[in-house]
Nanobody
């Protein structure tokens, strides 16, 4: 059982990044998938989720800027992040929260 996240990095404010997460070891198509983030000194928070049927949910702070998607044929979930702000700086984690499966995290840093 594994989630492998990639795509983090350093970007200027207003820029874009795309995070990807490859899943293995469980029935991906049946799982709700999510991205969480944790900034220094703050609690981990839900950024976005997508159900097995494709229903999406976003934190208010990222609505209209971030898009979560999934490809069940490839067992991947992605997070397209546009119009990035310095407050989006955090470690981003891919998760199958209902199965309590977490990826290793990928750092996103947005400079002002």
């Amino acid at each position: 059982v594994q989630l492998q996240a990639s795509g983090g990095g350093l970007v200027q404010a207003g820029g874009s990044l795309r995070l990807s997460c490859a899943a293995s070891g469980f029935i991906f198509s049946r799982a709700t998938m999510a991205w969480y983030r944790q900034a220094p000194g703050k609690q981990r928070e839900l950024v976005a989720s997508i159900s097995s049927g494709g229903t999406t949910n976003y934190a208010d702070s990222v609505k209209g800027r971030f898009t979560i998607s999934r490809d069940n044929a490839k067992n991947t979930v992605s997070l397209q992040m546009n119009s990035l702000k310095p407050e989006d700086t955090a470690v981003y984690y891919c998760s199958a929260p209902g199965l309590r499966i977490w990826g290793q995290g990928t750092q996103v840093t947005v400079s002002s």
